[in-house]
């Protein structure tokens, strides 16, 4: 009996198994039948988004492509234009520093006519016997005071001492003066100067009278300070010299070269109308044949600007 049920649970457990083997496959199919809309449903989604990302990707590569050339041309554009502008700048200031020195440094050359005071140091006492016996015969002295008259220029090397001062010329003058301190009366003198007897050829006293002058020709550096304004100081601080004397020495010498010294002022009046003052000393370091031509001056000038 035992054995019977045995038999038929083994039956049945066989034909469950069988039953299963067969309904497996079956199940398998439907499942992968149920999730393949779904996996395809998902790739597509996938693929539609790729797509629109594509799409998105070349529309902004078009506008890239499009925009890449203006925004060169812009640049370069942009570029050129700064360029230009800064030129333009430049140009201006240069202009406006052209116009500026030339309407305030336009008339810095000058030529100017001079007058005023002179005295030398020592009068002449050789102009008669004053030389040959000094002292005792000195009927031949002259004044030691006089007066002078002259003209000369100045024209501009630098305006600004070669870079190292500014607003501050350095000039170079060329100037010239007439000096006089008086006449004597040979007449009066008792005995003649050797200097005019050897011009008379004779013992006989010259009869008449004389002017003592000197003329002296100076060639100076000139610094003038305090560019663009109406007034203007100057200084020389060295100059040369040469000075002729009338008459000629006992020695029959003329020619004394020497040094000047100078300062002074000027102020535009009107334009380059100018008027000025100066105080100049002449010094020769020593005299000529007896005569000493050392001696200052002192007066004022006008000068036209060019």
């Known amino acids: 009996m035992i054995n019977k049920n045995k038999k038929y649970v083994g039956a049945v457990i066989a034909t469950l198994a069988v039953a299963g083997l067969v309904a497996a496959p079956q199940a398998s199919a439907k499942k992968a039948k149920a999730a393949a809309p ?36 812009a640049a370069a554009v942009a570029a050129d234009t700064q360029k230009v502008q800064e030129l333009d700048a430049w140009m201006n200031t240069v202009k ?31 102009i008669l016997t004053g ?10 002295k002259t004044n030691q005071d006089g007066y002078y ?26 100037m010239f003066d007439y000096r006089n301190f008086g006449e004597r009366n040979l007449a009066a003198q008792p005995l003649p100067s050797l200097v005019n007897t050897a011009a008379a050829n004779t ?21 003038k300070f305090m560019k663009g304004s109406d007034f203007r100081p100057w200084i020389i601080p060295m100059g040369l010299t040469v000075n002729v004397i009338s008459p000629p020495s006992n ?40 005569v000493n031509t050392n001696g200052l001056t002192a007066g004022g000038y006008l000068g036209i600007g060019f």
């Not at 013992?203 to 100076?218: E, I, K, W």
């Not at 003329?254 to 008027?275: D, H, R, S």
């Open 203 to 223: 013992l006989t006293p010259v009869r008449g009278t004389v002017a003592v002058s000197q003329f002296t020709l100076g060639a100076s550096p000139k610094i």
């Open 131 to 140: 030389q040959i016996i000094p002292g005792v015969v000195d009927q031949g």
């Open 149 to 174: 008259f002259g003209a000369g220029f100045d024209f501009g090397l630098t305006d600004n001492v070669w870079g190292l001062v500014d607003k501050t010329d350095v000039m170079a003058e060329l």
């Open 251 to 290: 020695g029959v010498t003329v020619l004394n070269p020497g040094m000047q010294f100078g300062t002074g002022a000027e102020y535009a009046i009107w334009k380059a109308i100018k008027i000025g003052a100066d105080v100049r000393y002449n010094l020769t370091g020593r005299a000529v044949d007896g």
């Open 38 to 73: 779904v996996a395809v449903s998902k790739t597509e989604v996938l693929e539609a988004q790729l797509r629109a990302m594509q799409d998105e990707i070349s529309a902004l590569r078009a506008q890239v492509n499009a925009a890449a050339p203006s925004a060169t041309v």
């Open 96 to 126: 406006s520093k052209h116009a500026e020195t030339h309407a305030k440094g336009k008339d810095d050359n000058l030529i100017f006519f001079r007058g005023g005071f002179a005295r030398n140091d020592a009068k002449r006492h050789d």
